[in-house]
C-alpha cells in the first residue's frame, strides 16, 4: 500500500492523539461519523461530517476516535432499486477492528490499539508436504474437556490450554483450521426458531474476531482483551509449533437477502458491494441471501486487507475460502481461473507462504469448479472424498445384496495416489486437499452407522442436510450392541483413517474422528451448539484403540516420505519430489487394462519410492482389499527388494508390537476389507 494508493489506510487509524476514519462509498451523498459517550450505548456525544476525495473515500477526524472508544457511521444517498441508504441507522464501519453489542439486535465499532507482545513466537511455516490440517470449532474443541479450567472451556483461551495444545502434539496433526472465528451472528429464521448458527457462516465483519468465544473476562474487558486473548491464542499455539489456518466467509454476508437486516455494506453502498440485476434483485450463488461482488475492484480491496490484517498483524498461517468459486465470479458472474482476486491473493508479497485452501465451488451456475483453481492453491477435493466412501461403504454394502461395484479399483488408486486427472502436472498433488468428512456431512463414525441422515433436530422436518451420503450402516441403521456389526464398523473407520492419512496430497481431519465421535445420525448440525456437536473427552475403550490407530497413522505418515511425493512423476523420467510408483494385482503381476478397470478387481498393491530432496530415501508398499472375503495375495518381486516389513495392518484394533517379515514372491494373508502398509527393505548399495 503505497502513500498514492486511494484506498490505503481505510478504518480508524490513531496517530498525533487524533484519530481518522477513512471509509469508501461510491454513491453516497453524505457520510457521518457517529462517536459514542462511553458508558451510555446510545448518546451520540460527538459527530462529524466526512469529506469525500475524488475516489471515494470520505474521511472525517476527532480527537475523542482513541482505542476504546465505540463508534459507527451514518450513510445517505439516492434511492433507487440498487441502492438501501438508511441515514437513521448507524451502521459498522467495515474496516472495524473491534464490535460491541450494545442491544439485541445492535452493534457498534470500537477503536482498537491491536498492539500484542509476541515474545519472538514465529509462525510455524510447515511444508505443504508435511501439513496435516485438523478442521475444529473453537467452543467445540474444549467445551467438555475436563482438563481445561471451567472459566475457559469453549474459548479461545481453552482452545491454547496446555491440555489442548498437548492433545494436538500428541495426535501428530500440524495445522488446526478454525471454523469460522471472523465476528458473525445467528440468521433471523434461526433465531424465531429459538436456534443459533453454530457453525458461524454468517459473517457480520471481516476483521473482528468472534467476541462470544473469548472468556468472560475478557468480553467484559471489551474488544481489546478479545483480540489480545486471540492473539495470545496463536501465539501459544506457535510456540508449540501448530499453525493457525482461518476458515473465512467473505462470498457473502450476514445481512442475508435484500429485506434482511442493514447493518454494513448493504447501508454504505449496497449497489457496489453486492451482485445485483438493474432492478435491484440479487444474483444469489451463495444460496444464502446475497453474494458479495467480486467483478468491482472495492470488494475485492476489502478482502485483501482483511487477509493482510489476520496474516500479519494477528499472524494466522493460513485460510480456507469458504466457497471460493464465488470470489472467482466476474463482473459477468461467470467463473474466472485467472481473476484477479484469485491471483492478487496468491502473489501478494503481504500474503507470502500463506497456505491457501479453496472450497472450490458455489450453487451459481458453473459453480463447481474442483481442479480448475490456479497454480499456488490447495483445493478440497470432494471427489477423493467420494471415491474413499463409495469404496469403503456403499461397495462394500450393494456387494453384501450382489450389486457389483460402478467401477474398477483404478478410479480409488488415482485418488490415493494424488488425483493427476484432477490437478494438472504443473500443480502436483499438494493442490489435494483430502478428506472423508468435514464439519458439513456425517462424522466419520456416522458414516459407517447410518445410511440416511437424522436431522429433526434441525427444525427443519428432515430436509436439510444432503441425501447423498454414500455411507453404509453395516446392517443396523444407528447404535447396536451386536458385536459383529460393531467390529465391522471399527475396521471401516480404521480403513477409511488409513486411507485418508496413507494418501498422497494433503489430509484433512475433522475432530473427533480419530476417536470415532458421533452426531446421532445428524449430518448437518450447523444449528446445534450442545453436547450433540461438542467433543467428548470420556472415551471407551474401543476409542482409546481408534485414538491410538490414528496416531500410529500420522507417525506412520511422517516417517515415509513415499507416502507423501510434492510432484507426480512422468514416465521414464526421475522427478525430484516425486514418488516412483508401481502397482500390482493380487498375484503381485504389474496391473492389466482389465485389472484397472473391471469392477471385479477389488484388490491392489501400490509400490511407492521418495525421490529424495530433503529426506532419506524411502520406499514402501501398501495392500488394499476392497472385499469383506478373506484373499491372499503374493508379494511383488521387484528391483533390489530383499523383504517387506510389516507397519500396520488395520485389520487389527490394537497396534502389534511383533516384526513381521515377508518375502517378495511369497503368499500374504488379507483379511477382508482391510489395509496393510509394508516397508520395503533392499541390499546395501
Known sequence: ????????????????????????????????????????????????????????????KSRLLAPGRRYGIRVSGPAGPTHAFHPEKTLIEPYSRGLVRVGADQWQSSVVDGSFDWAGAEKPRTPLDHAVVYEAHVRGISKLNPAVPADLRGTYAGLAHAATIGYLKNLGVTSIELLPVHAFVSEQRLLKQGLINYWGYNTQNFFSPHADYATKAAQAAGPEAVLREFKGMVKLLHEAGLEVILDVVYNHTAEEGPSGPVTSLRGVDNAA???QGDDGTYIDVTGCGNTVDFGHDVPSRLVLDSLRYWANDVQVDGFRFDLAATLARNGDVHFQQDHPLITAIRDDPDLAGTKLIAEP??????????????????????????????????????????IPAGSGIGRFATRLAGSSNTFSQERGPLASLNFITAHDGFTMADLTAYNVKHNVGNGESNRDGTDSNLSFN?????????????????KTMRNLMGTLLLSAGVPMITAGDEFGRSQRG???????????????????????????????????????????????????????????????NALGRTMSEDDWNSPRERTLQYLAASTPEHEEYNRILLIVHGLERDTEVILPTHEDVTSYTLLWDSSHDDLRDAVITHDPGTPLLLTGASIQLLRTNQAPR
Open 1 to 60: 500500500m503505497t502513500p498514492g494508493d486511494p484506498l490505503r489506510d481505510l478504518g480508524v487509524r490513531v496517530s498525533g492523539g487524533v484519530g481518522e476514519l477513512r471509509v469508501w462509498s461510491e454513491h453516497a451523498d453524505a457520510v457521518e461519523l457517529c462517536i459514542f459517550d462511553g458508558t451510555d450505548p446510545n448518546w451520540i456525544i460527538k459527530t462529524v461530517p466526512m469529506t469525500q476525495d475524488a475516489h471515494g473515500v470520505w474521511s472525517g
Open 273 to 275: 458491494y453486492y451482485r
Open 361 to 402: 465451488w458455489d450453487v451459481g451456475q458453473g459453480g463447481w469448479q474442483t481442479g480448475n483453481f490456479p497454480e499456488g492453491w490447495t483445493e478440497w477435493n470432494d471427489r477423493y472424498r467420494d471415491r474413499m466412501r463409495s469404496f469403503w461403504l456403499t461397495d462394500i454394502g450393494g456387494a453384501r445384496r450382489m
Open 474 to 490: 453395516h446392517g443396523t441403521e444407528g447404535p447396536t450392541r451386536n458385536v459383529s456389526i460393531l467390529t465391522a464398523r471399527r
Open 522 to 584: 445428524n449430518n448437518n448440525a450447523y444449528c446445534q451448539d450442545s453436547e450433540l456437536t461438542w467433543l467428548n473427552w470420556d472415551f471407551d475403550d474401543w476409542q482409546q484403540d481408534l485414538h491410538r490407530v490414528s496416531r500410529r497413522l500420522l507417525q506412520l505418515r511422517r516417517e515415509n516420505p513415499a507416502l507423501r511425493p510434492v510432484r507426480f512423476g512422468r514416465p521414464g523420467e526421475t522427478t525430484p519430489g516425486a514418488s516412483r510408483m508401481n502397482w500390482y
